[in-house]
């Protein structure tokens, strides 16, 4: 789906700056203005994309549709550690819903709170104009949303990997709760005063929603409809695998058309925001500015956030935060929103990026491409693009481009690009891709394997069940590779070993000068493939060359203490090459210069 008219725009209240999207509606019929309330932590990463979706659907048919993330959330403002956090997501969803109100010459509000943002729309009823909400997914109260959280951290136990989050957080799918917002929470109820809503949709996870907050509703509302909520789990179980909700989104606009009545029709859409969104927030006492925009690319449009000083002429090489995998621009676990305003109050610029079929990207949807998909290289020209058009933007001219996963090969792309003086690649996925890759790995394992007789174990039942498929795949593989190897070199035509290829590669970057991190986590397949070649080796010997290790095993890093350390390294890379570009300028500078005179 294009998005061409959408339009980024900060809501500015109590000190906090919350990050929406607006998509006005399509010419033709105005329909009634919609809300879009996000879930949170997990949820609200994995579904993203889809979320996006369906708000231009519903702009498509005539819904203006404002979405947003929630203070502490997202690219909005704050953090997970805010007092009175649960009051600022209820005062957000009404500053929200008055916006768009506004927007849309004063008209009333239908809502759609997805998850924990179902709770978040009754609670912000009372003082918005919403007049219709629908939940899909919604607990029956605040206490039930604890303990299903609460129930999702134990069920990933993620081991603390150095200094935790203090006693009584609570830390699931890479996000925290902070003790008074989960006291909060527990007091929060569904009721709504009675007649504060006309009209109300309930959808569960493919199933009956909860009692209780059907009865809180009907105690609420003139009317009530309820549904099972086809698809919720494939809606937020990953970003690279989330599904557009289609039986949802057509329940929800034909309910939408239900209560619009045989003459619908809504006045004009007012905007009068600046392409280009601006706000000032505040990071541990300092002020810094953030930009959120559209950029023009040559296959569509990407989506950048730039967090600077509030004073212009920033130091040192700005940091260019990419993709991890088909997760937007707050990155893994929120990493590269913190990391990026805290490089801001330093003063470095830092820019996140969504780059094509990602987060608020054009494009064909990432989220259904899978990891080959998202190696190619095709992103790594994005970058490279980027890299050449972000000059204009903000004014540096060397960057640090840093990502994980399939971002960190990404990253690696760049590094051959005039301007680039390091690449940090996080638990990267290759240093040179191919769509075979995993194969070559299986079958790189395999041939050490053969070195400690594993067919013996094979017949002897010693191979567990989970890894023999991969074993037999591998075997296979390696058999056909070997015998076109053999026949290639029959015909005397020897072609460059794909490791050959990546230490050509890894000569080039030296040979530009760019700095080079691979940092990873537990047994990750870079790393491995990287050790077993020797290439590791060489790695190390290479000058501005380094391998580091991070704490735990958890590939997206996940636990909060992996993430302060995560956050420390890249940081410490950018005050070291600030402080590097510093001293060029000073050795570069005539000696007179310091005091003006000849």
């Not at 801001?344 to 494009?363: H, N, P």
């Not at 000058?543 to 590939?555: A, K, N, S, V, Y």
């Not at 993430?563 to 570009?581: C, I, K």
Request: net charge negative.
């Amino acid at each position: 789906m294009a998005s061409a008219e959408s339009r980024p725009l900060y809501m500015e209240f109590d000190g906090s700056a919350q990050l929406g999207i607006f998509h006005p509606p399509a010419a033709g019929q105005r329909r009634r203005p919609v809300l879009m309330v996000p879930p949170w932590g997990w949820e609200e990463v994995a579904s993203y994309r889809a979320r996006r979706d369906w708000a231009l659907q519903l702009a498509e048919v005539g819904h203006p549709t404002l979405r947003f993330s929630l203070p502490g959330t997202g690219n909005s403002s704050g953090t997970p550690a805010d007092a009175d956090l649960l009051n600022a997501w209820v005062g957000g969803v009404g500053v929200a819903a008055g916006r768009l109100s506004e927007l849309c010459a004063g008209e009333k509000v239908a809502a759609v709170g997805l998850g924990l943002g179902g709770l978040l729309v009754l609670a912000a009823v009372a003082d918005s104009p919403i007049e219709e909400a629908a939940l899909w997914g919604s607990p029956k109260d605040g206490s039930a949303y604890v303990r299903e959280v609460r129930a999702f951290s134990r069920l990933e136990q993620l081991p603390d990997t150095g200094e935790g989050i203090p006693d009584g957080w609570l830390e699931a799918g890479g996000f925290v709760l902070a003790s008074e917002t989960i006291a909060a929470l527990r007091h929060l109820s569904a009721a709504v005063p009675e007649g504060s809503l006309r009209r109300t949709l309930l959808l569960g996870r493919n199933t009956k929603p909860p009692e209780k907050l059907e009865e809180a509703l009907r105690a609420a509302a003139a009317e009530v409809s309820v549904d099972d909520g086809e698809g919720w789990q494939n809606f937020v179980e990953s970003p690279e695998t989330a599904e557009f909700p289609d039986a949802v989104a057509s329940r929800f606009e034909q309910w939408l058309r239900d209560g619009e009545g045989p003459s619908a029709s809504g006045g004009a859409v007012t905007l009068s925001e600046p392409e280009v969104a601006s706000a000032r927030m505040t990071v541990d006492g300092t002020q810094i500015r953030e930009e959120a925009r559209f950029l023009e690319a040559g296959w569509g449009r990407a989506f950048v956030i730039i967090s600077a000083p509030v004073e212009a002429g920033a130091a040192g090489p700005a940091a260019i935060f990419l993709n991890a995998g088909a997760v937007n621009t707050p990155g893994p676990n929120r990493m590269w929103v913190e990391i990026s305003r805290a490089a801001a109050k330093a003063g470095t610029s830092a820019v996140r990026v969504d780059l094509q079929g990602i987060g608020e990207a054009d494009g064909e949807d990432a989220g259904v491409l899978q990891a080959v998909e998202l190696n190619r290289s095709r992103y790594g020209d994005q970058v490279r693009a980027l890299v050449r058009e972000l000059p204009r933007l903000i004014g540096a001219d060397e960057f640090v481009t840093i990502g994980l996963c399939a971002g960190g090969r990404n990253a690696f792309q760049s590094a051959f690009e005039p301007g680039v003086v390091e690449v940090i690649m996080l638990n990267g996925s290759a240093i040179r891709w191919s769509d075979d890759l995993r194969t070559r790995r299986e079958e790189a394992e395999l041939n050490q394997s053969l070195r400690r007789r594993p067919l013996k174990k094979l017949l002897r039942g010693e191979i567990p069940p989970a890894r023999l498929l991969p074993f037999l795949r591998s075997l296979s593989a390696m058999l056909v590779r070997r015998s076109v190897a053999a026949l290639r070199r029959l015909w005397s035509r020897r072609e460059p070993t794909y490791d050959e290829l990546v230490e050509a590669d890894l000569e080039r970057a030296a040979a530009a000068g760019t700095r080079l991190l691979l940092a990873f986590s537990g047994d990750e397949g870079l790393h491995r493939e990287l050790v077993r070649s020797g290439i590791a080796a060489k790695i190390l010997a290479t000058d501005g060359f380094t391998i580091t290790e991070l704490p735990g095993r958890d590939h997206t890093l996940r636990p909060a203490s992996s993430q302060a350390v995560l956050r420390d390294l890249v940081l410490d890379q950018l005050r070291e090459r600030t402080a590097e570009a510093a001293a060029t300028v000073d050795q570069d500078v005539p000696a007179h210069s310091a005091t003006g005179g000849r």
